[in-house]
């Protein structure tokens, strides 16, 4: 059986709150589990006590093969339960495809104002030379 450590979501409408819990991987997301290890919620500030986990058991959990999804890995990881490695994704901060053909059109526009503008004001340069 393929164990998750994941988060529950409970709380109303607007006003999020999650349980931290074991539950095996083809159970719905707010549906039967085995454990519950602790709480989550988003509303208190971050300097505050936002996540609570029971350590022993998620050592335990993890020590039976129990996988935390990455939400929950980034709370181990806080805690210095368990080690995230930190991920790099260079292309994210890149614009998509047609923001990058539109930039590209907006720079052959001024490339060719700028190529009128001084085409216009090179005869008007010479004109000015020839008349003195």
């Given at each position: 059986?393929?164990?998750?450590?994941?988060?529950?979501?409970?709380?109303?409408?607007?006003?999020?709150?999650?349980?931290?819990?074991?539950?095996?991987?083809?159970?719905?997301?707010?549906?039967?589990?085995?454990?519950?290890?602790?709480?989550?919620?988003?509303?208190?500030?971050?300097?505050?006590?936002?996540?609570?986990?029971?350590?022993?058991?998620?050592?335990?959990?993890?020590?039976?093969?129990?996988?935390p999804t990455d939400r929950v890995l980034r709370f181990l990881d806080e805690a210095g339960l368990?080690?995230?490695?930190?991920?790099?994704?260079?292309?994210?901060?890149?614009?998509?495809?047609?923001?990058?053909?539109?930039?590209?059109?907006?720079?052959k526009a001024q490339e060719d104002a700028a190529a009128a503008a001084s085409a216009a004001a090179?005869?008007?340069?010479?004109?000015?030379?020839?008349?003195?």
């Open positions: 059986m393929a164990l998750k450590i994941r988060l529950a979501r409970a709380g109303s409408k607007k006003r999020p709150y999650y349980h931290v819990v074991v539950a095996d991987a083809r159970s719905p997301r707010d549906g039967r589990f085995i454990e519950s290890l602790g709480s989550w919620n988003p509303l208190l500030p971050k300097d505050g006590e936002r996540i609570k986990v029971d350590a022993d058991r998620v050592k335990h959990w993890l020590s039976h093969g129990a996988q368990a080690k995230r490695e930190a991920r790099s994704n260079p292309k994210k901060a890149e614009p998509g495809k047609k923001a990058q053909e539109r930039a590209a059109l907006l720079k090179a005869p008007a340069e010479a004109e000015a030379a020839t008349a003195e």
